[in-house]
């Protein structure tokens, strides 16, 4: 429950002269978090190494200018669940190709 406030006070203003607007968008930056990693994907637990590479795939083809750097990462969470060599040298070619968009996609916002 949050206090209330008396008629006789002013509205509280925002630190550093900052609209809730600002504050909006900062919350939503959050998001963007390296090592951000979807809740759905926590609650339905380890998948098994073959749904891991299947999901990493899915991720690597749907991923978006938007989306790379979550993406990236819930891609590298998948990748430490798969237990094999063999297993991860197949995940290395979608992977190496997020990695790449991010870097195209890093130089094209700083030109």
């Given at each position: 429950?949050?206090?209330?406030?008396?008629?006789?006070?002013?509205?509280?203003?925002?630190?550093?002269?900052?609209?809730?607007?600002?504050?909006?968008?900062?919350?939503?930056a959050v998001?963007?978090?390296?090592?951000?990693?979807?809740?759905?994907?926590?609650?339905?637990?380890?998948?098994?190494?073959?749904?891991?590479?299947?999901?990493?795939?899915?991720?690597?083809?749907?991923?978006?200018?938007?989306?790379?750097?979550?993406?990236?990462?819930?891609?590298?969470?998948?990748l430490k669940?798969?237990?094999?060599?063999?297993?991860?040298?197949?995940?290395?070619?979608?992977?190496?190709?997020?990695?790449?968009?991010?870097?195209?996609?890093?130089?094209?916002?700083?030109?």
């Amino acid at each position: 429950m949050t206090p209330r406030r008396s008629a006789a006070e002013p509205p509280r203003k925002h630190p550093k002269g900052s609209s809730a607007k600002d504050t909006d968008s900062r919350r939503s930056a959050v998001k963007n978090v390296a090592g951000f990693v979807p809740l759905t994907s926590l609650k339905q637990g380890a998948p098994e190494p073959a749904a891991a590479l299947d999901h990493i795939r899915v991720i690597y083809f749907n991923t978006t200018e938007r989306t790379i750097h979550a993406d990236l990462a819930h891609a590298i969470e998948l990748l430490k669940i798969l237990p094999s060599e063999e297993a991860r040298e197949k995940a290395t070619v979608y992977m190496e190709g997020l990695a790449q968009m991010r870097r195209e996609w890093a130089r094209k916002d700083r030109a």
